[in-house]
């Protein structure tokens, strides 16, 4: 059965006008609209992956140099990641960790040489 270009018309407008109560209704009641598949944002998923592989290199340069400045930063990232649902849960637990080891790192260097830069030999 053929439908005419006047009846596709009128039953795409009957469908929409359909569609278009019930997502009335639906904010009317709860006061927000339901989310739909095209509103969720994976950008930020991969925002928090990248600032859970970024915790995990940052913590782990910071063990070497720079301690005072990246083990902080290595920290917050990986927070942030966790705090936002990272699927590289891991590496976010792994950049904390090692962001955590800096800061401890840097309280022993400060408490045994009373600097914060240590060297190899005397």
Do not use: K
Request: charged letters at 15%; proline letters at 2%; zero cysteines.
């Amino acid at each position: 059965m053929q439908l005419t270009a006047t009846a596709r018309t009128a039953r795409g407008a009957r469908t929409e006008s359909t569609l278009g109560d019930a997502a009335d209704r639906n904010v009317t009641q709860s006061g927000t609209r339901p989310a739909t598949q095209s509103e969720t944002r994976p950008e930020a998923r991969r925002d928090a992956d990248g600032m859970a592989v970024a915790a995990f290199v940052l913590g782990l340069v910071g063990l070497l140099v720079m301690n005072i400045l990246l083990g902080p930063i290595a920290v917050v990232l990986a927070v942030i990641a966790l705090w936002r649902g990272t699927t590289r849960r891991f590496r976010a637990l792994l950049g904390l960790a090692l962001g955590v080891a800096d800061l401890a790192v840097l309280a022993v260097l400060v408490s045994v040489n009373g600097t914060v830069v240590w060297g190899l030999g005397g």
